[in-house]
């Protein structure tokens, strides 16, 4: 008995509650992407300072063990010119090969172990699905 009716006002403020919470939900989701985005950002930014870092102190490295060692090799090759020159150039020639094949190596495990690209925000947003899937 104690039923109102229903107001033709009430069905606009129906839809404006809605269309509120609509917005509402739309705005959290455009906040998360933009924090996800940054945070994706910095990672490459990270991983790309991290990248060019190794690779110069590397290259510098190499050059400079790759010159003494050129320099050590001609030294040999000067020193047993008139006894023993092709086993001194065939000997530089089998360390150059060996330290080619070590440097390998040794990138070929650096590149191995090195981490994923945009490992943080790919975990992070594994855990947003998991959150909104009720599983987190």
Known sequence: MDERAAAPGD???DEEAHSGV???????ALDAVRTR??????EVEIYLLRTVHLLVWAVAAVACGLLALAFGLVTLVVALWDTHRMAALLGGTVAFVALAATFASIGAR?????PRMLEGTLQQLEHDQRRVGGTG
Not at 22 to 28: E, K, P, Q, T, W
Not at 37 to 42: I, K, N, P, R, S
Not at 110 to 114: E, I, K, M, S, T
Request: glycine fraction near 4%.
């Open 110 to 114: 650096a590149l191995r172990n090195r």
């Open 22 to 28: 609509i917005r509402g939900l739309l705005a959290s």
């Open 37 to 42: 985005l940054d945070l994706a950002t910095v």
């Open 11 to 13: 069905d606009a403020a």
